[in-house]
């Protein structure tokens, strides 16, 4: 008699699939993730995970049979895949082997079917993780919960703001990321007295809590002059460039083709064909009580050296070299003031500073940088 967990036709497999979904115990994942978690060796802390396939409300059918070969079928929570798992759930999708550029999480389990447990002389070990997210609103539990969800802003499957990142500082560890791989700051010294007694090298790019973007997801369509200033968690919608000058934070970034060569800090949200010049800046959620999220329309401007702790409606300009806040009093045509976050989110606005009075003026938008992006030197 067939084993029907080792279907040989596509109506067995689709069968086997529906017993998986049916199991009382499983409950569909809003998002799931296969990748390989670092685990220090000194206590076991998780320094990072990366995410081979992310799943978005998608192959809820593959997440209900990995959760029946693992015995599991909570929607939230990380589960370790031994070799065992992996290769049982390899066999039973073996009449799939030929055509794994159709099934994705397929082929990240053939590739993580030949993981290599400790690749260097750092002392972390490398482990295969399946990752389950109950609901994109309720908060992170875990580590890998943290980096599912950064995974899913970069790789543009959810916009800013479309997962809660609730307590995430204190799931993360904080990591030295070396040109090896992340380790733990407690072991790194002895670990590259190691390394460089043996004639070897080992290079380190931060000491943080957050890694570089472009180590875990390279999204199509953009272009980043300095990795270390886009972190995981970044949202860079294509068309978008980020010059040297430039930084993305987590839970922030583009919705459409923007020139970054200024500060976007975490939370914000950039509209397309937005021009943030050298040097300046955006107000983020971590300043302050972290409860005001800056937006910026389409189709703005501010300035080299200007920045903003208001949002911007679109069309609209902040003269290089001024910064606007919440409480600058600003003066209207009419002569009169006010705050301008009374004005937070208006369009078609020319901020600037009265060279003769110093005086904060905001007058209707007319006849100034209508051309928007410069297409030839944008495109992406």
Known sequence: MS?????MTRDAFEQMVAAALARPEFTEPAAFGLGVATIADADGAVLDTWFASINLAENIGFAAALHDVCGTGAPTGTVRLTAAHVDEMRAR?????DELHAHPNLAVLEDLAGLVERPNALPVRKVVVFTSIAALDDAPIDAHDVYLRLHLLSSRKVAPHGVNLDGQ???LANVVWTTMGPCDVASFPGAQRVIRSAGGAVGVTSVDKFPRMVDYVVPAGVRIADAERVR???HLAEGTTVMHEGFVNFNAGTLGPCMVEGRISAGVVVGADTDLGGGCSIMGTLSGGGKEVIEVGERCLIGANAGIGISLGDGCIVEAGLYVTAGTVVTLPDGT????KDLSGSPDLLFRRNSISG????LPREGTWQEGLN??????
Do not use: Y
Not at 93 to 97: A, C, H, K, Y
């Open 3 to 7: 084993d029907p967990n080792r279907p």
């Open 93 to 97: 999708s073996e009449i799939f082997r």
């Open 169 to 171: 500082f204190g799931l």
């Open 232 to 234: 995981l968690g970044a």
């Open 337 to 340: 003031r006010h705050k301008a």
């Open 359 to 362: 005086a904060v003026e905001v």
């Open 375 to 380: 297409e030839a030197l944008h495109a992406n």
